[in-house]
């Protein structure tokens, strides 16, 4: 490995690794509620909600991250506040790369969600409350198993959107080896100084792992589906 690939390409992988991993259990605990409540309320400006979560599926990444390098460095609110509290700012740390990369891989993990939520009948709901079940006890016992197929595409998803974020990642964290350089930042520097070896052995390795991933979300999907319908009749 270590002819293969330098130090900082071994970093910028490892700190790829953790970032998408912490991002992507953030974003369950974020996701899940937020899903849920999305796929049962009525609220009337419920679409309003929709639409913002959705955002990042269209507005361009450099745009999500130079507003949130605006909001998160020293003279902008958040970055203001922590500054005023004695705490560093979030810009150019790994923290505010969770920080972005939570905010842009939310719609990959909230819509999943929401969709498995809302196949699930209110018979099923219903029959399980006469069974004097408290709403916490429904939600681990009867929607947690029937979104089964929701939550492991939202899990995929979010890891794997977080492993090829390139945009979001540079203008909030910078390329800082060892402290914020992620692998998609360390492909483009390969290729900018012509080290295509470097970036085939990178960017390969990704697309090998994201289809993997992606192949895995199917099956699992595919199979849960069957066992459904084998359940039914």
Do not use: C
Request: charge should be neutral; proline fraction near 5%; charged fraction near 10%.
């Amino acid at each position: 490995m270590s002819d293969l690939l330098s130090s900082d390409d071994v970093s910028a992988l490892l700190i790829t690794l953790k970032l998408a991993g912490i991002s992507t259990l953030i974003l369950l605990l974020l996701g899940t509620p937020l899903a849920w409540w999305m796929a049962r309320t009525r609220f009337r400006f419920k679409a309003v909600i929709e639409a913002l979560v959705a955002l990042p599926l269209v507005l361009p990444p450099t745009v999500l991250g130079f507003y949130l390098l605006v909001v998160m460095g020293p003279h902008g609110w958040i970055g203001g506040a922590l500054q005023a509290l004695g705490a560093p700012s979030l810009a150019f740390t790994f923290s505010g790369l969770v920080v972005g990369s939570v905010i842009y891989s939310l719609p990959f993990v909230v819509q999943p969600l929401q969709t498995a939520f809302s196949s699930i009948g209110e018979r099923t709901l219903e029959a399980a409350s006469t069974l004097r079940a408290s709403p916490m006890d429904r939600f681990w016992s009867v929607v947690v198993p029937h979104a089964r197929g929701g939550f492991i595409t939202a899990i995929t998803l979010g890891f794997a959107h977080t492993l090829g974020e390139f945009g979001v990642v540079l203008m909030i964290g910078g390329n800082i080896p060892g402290e914020t350089q992620v692998l998609s930042i360390a492909i483009y520097d390969h290729v900018e100084s012509l080290q295509y070896g470097q970036a085939h052995i990178l960017s390969g390795g990704l697309l090998v792992f994201s289809f993997v991933l992606l192949f895995l979300v199917y099956r699992s999907n595919r199979s849960a589906a069957l066992l459904q319908r084998r359940e039914r009749s």
